[in-house]
């Protein structure tokens, strides 16, 4: 079975470990599965999202055995159990001494590459790349390009226009096939569809892109469009009774952590937007 191989970006900078993590535990469900964080100043967030505490196999690790040309092995990996193993940045990682500092540039070019060829050899069924928002960081610019697919997390409406204007920046200057792309929107899609519809500066809208719901199946295979047909009819990559999420994007009000008068939180209230996720 050929590698399948997905990159999670969100170029609004919103956290994409829970959602990362959540599809790799379904993935993991069909075959074997390999999630790897790629962080541009070692700020960790994966092993947060799936309590992972590792010192010795993490990525910085295994960027400085690439540097140093050492093979990879499956021992260098942190298996969550035989079909899914997690390669996150070190919770103990120091972002004003990152190791992406610490390595050449030769090496983030080719980790990505590097790491597709070890899940080949290790016989896994789907790569992930979580990716920081950054394309100035050379290991997510070329995630991207090798990725099969290339999922963008919406949080709200009004990020969908920067969002599509970086996807047809990525499909006009690098001649990425618009059908890598799928943007997966929290609440309703029927607004970025209408958004995505839109003419853009070559005059023609973004057909061929999936846009879809939280909740829906990243990769069904009977997707028709963007028409709301098809991908109506998709189910949940991960089963429950109640609806789950794929990400966490509510933050806690501060009226729900501190006993102070109203009035006293209004100021921590107009704060938050500036300190995103």
């Not at 610490?102 to 990505?112: D, Y």
């Not at 933050?251 to 009035?263: E, G, H, K, S």
């Amino acid at each position: 079975m050929a590698l399948k191989t997905t990159a999670i970006w969100a170029c609004t900078g919103m956290d994409t470990a829970e959602l990362s993590y959540r599809l790799a535990k379904a993935e993991s469900e069909k075959g074997k599965t390999l999630v790897v964080e790629l962080p541009c100043l070692g700020i960790p967030r994966l092993g947060f999202a799936a309590n992972v505490i590792d010192r010795i196999r993490n990525v910085e690790a295994v960027l400085m055995k690439t540097e140093q040309k050492i093979p990879l092995h499956w021992e260098m990996i942190h298996s969550l159990n035989d079909q899914l193993g997690i390669l996150t940045a070190s919770v103990f990682a120091t972002p004003d001494s990152p190791m992406v500092s610490k390595v050449s540039l030769s090496t983030l070019i080719g980790f990505v590459q590097c790491i597709k060829d070890f899940a080949e050899k290790e016989k896994c069924r789907h790569l992930i790349f979580d990716c920081q928002g950054q394309l100035t960081s050379p290991m997510t610019f070329f995630a991207l390009k090798a990725a099969d697919s290339v999922v963008i997390p919406i949080g709200k409406p009004a990020d969908a226009a920067y969002v599509l204007a970086n996807v047809r920046r990525l499909v006009g200057t690098f001649q990425y096939p618009i059908e890598k792309f799928v943007l997966l929107v929290e609440g309703d899609a029927r607004a970025v569809r209408g958004i995505a519809s839109i003419k853009g500066e070559e005059g023609k809208p973004m057909d061929g892109m999936k846009i879809l719901s939280c909740g829906q199946d990243l990769f069904d295979p009977s997707f028709q469009g963007n028409d709301g047909g098809a991908s109506q009819r998709t189910e949940m990559i991960e089963s429950s009774m109640e609806k789950q999420r794929f990400w966490k994007l509510e933050r806690i009000r501060p009226r729900q952590i501190c006993n102070a008068p109203v009035p006293q939180c209004e100021a921590s209230e107009k704060l938050q937007p500036l300190y995103p996720l």
